[in-house]
């Protein structure tokens, strides 16, 4: 915390406190027992008699134990308490110990292969709930994704479908490079014979004319990532243009707009994080979703 914040707390927390003690010193010296403020209403006259003793005890009782938490519990800015707990290191513990608590459930799941991970109720509710945790932010809660966010349900499995290759995407995470191709394929027009081109691969509505003038492009510029036939090579992450599963949209416009500007879709790496065993239950969850 700054040195700015700090003082702002300081004066802040200890200026009220101190601000209520004079509250209490000033009523008790000035009101007299006995004496009336002058307010008289029907012959009902208000007194001003000082406060009683057990209510200034409790005032006072308050202000000692908010002292006393001060000085014991970080409060105060960057002073860290003597008495040295923080929120943080509470929850890693209550953490550490949930951890130490599963590790054997954990472990024995960890040990099942994929097709045991899909039959076991346990090791499924086990990792959809992680997945809720850590991956439906990006890939959504159903994990059907989004766009640029892909599909996990489906059949298209860009980085490969294997059972440790989706693990390991999940521990390293991946970088997927598609690079602009604007200037190699002559300007806007070769984009637009390009668009063209990667239609037809899918078999959509497409201009034949211009995705003729296209196919040696993709020859010489595109296979070395998407193969001869446009099927991809999931080593690169490199997408099947020949189905109906887009990353970033099926239309003319989207396909145009990812051979002009490129795309690099990134999925983080979540091994430090999670460890073996959830990545493997994870694994075992998101496998089970597209019913292979
Ligand atoms: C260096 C390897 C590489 C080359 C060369 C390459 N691509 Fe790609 N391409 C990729 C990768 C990787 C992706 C996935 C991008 C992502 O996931 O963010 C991709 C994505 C795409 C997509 C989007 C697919 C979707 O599902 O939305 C299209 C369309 C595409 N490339 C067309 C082309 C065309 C046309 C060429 C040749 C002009 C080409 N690519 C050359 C690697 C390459
Ligand atoms: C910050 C957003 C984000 C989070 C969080 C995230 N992912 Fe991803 N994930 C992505 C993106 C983006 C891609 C696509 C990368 C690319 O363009 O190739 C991806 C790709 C994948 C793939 C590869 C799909 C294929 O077709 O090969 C798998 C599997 C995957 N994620 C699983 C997970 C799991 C499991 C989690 C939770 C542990 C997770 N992701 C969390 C963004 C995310």
């Not at 521990?171 to 300007?187: I, K, S, V, Y």
């Not at 296209?214 to 997408?239: D, V």
Request: aromatic share 12%; proline share 4%.
């Amino acid at each position: 915390m700054s040195t700015g914040w700090t003082i702002f707390i300081v004066v802040g927390a200890l200026g009220s406190l101190a601000a209520m003690l004079w509250l209490l010193y000033a009523n008790r010296t000035k009101a007299v027992e006995g004496e009336t403020m002058g307010h008289d209403f029907d012959g009902i006259e208000e007194y001003d008699n000082p406060l009683p003793m057990w209510w200034v005890g409790l005032f006072i009782a308050t202000i000692t134990f908010a002292v006393a938490y001060l000085v014991y519990y970080p409060g105060l800015g960057s002073f860290a308490g003597i008495g040295g707990w923080t929120s943080t290191e509470e929850w890693q513990a209550d953490v550490e110990a949930k951890e130490r608590q599963f590790a054997p459930l954990y472990a024995q799941l960890g040990a099942l292969s994929e097709a045991q991970l899909h039959d076991n109720r346990q090791a499924r509710q086990m990792g959809r709930r992680l997945y809720i945790n850590h991956c439906s932010t990006c890939h959504g809660v159903a994990a059907r994704g989004a766009f640029g966010f892909p599909d996990l349900t489906d059949d298209e499995w860009q980085w490969g479908a294997d059972f440790e290759t989706v693990k390991m995407t999940i521990r390293q995470g991946r970088n997927a490079m598609m690079t602009p191709w604007e200037a190699a394929l002559g300007g806007s027009s070769g984009v637009s014979n390009m668009a063209q081109y990667v239609s037809s691969l899918s078999g959509a509505p497409h201009d034949a004319a211009a995705a003729a003038k296209a196919a040696p492009q993709f020859q010489m510029f595109c296979i070395a990532c998407h193969g001869p036939e446009g099927k991809g090579t999931a080593l690169l992450g490199a997408p099947n243009l020949t189905n109906d599963v887009w990353l970033y949209g099926g239309s003319i416009e989207q396909i145009e707009f990812t051979i002009r500007h490129g795309r690099s879709g990134q999925m983080p790496a979540f091994g430090d994080l999670l460890g073996e065993d959830k990545i493997h239950l994870i694994a075992g969850y998101v496998t089970s979703l597209s019913n292979r």
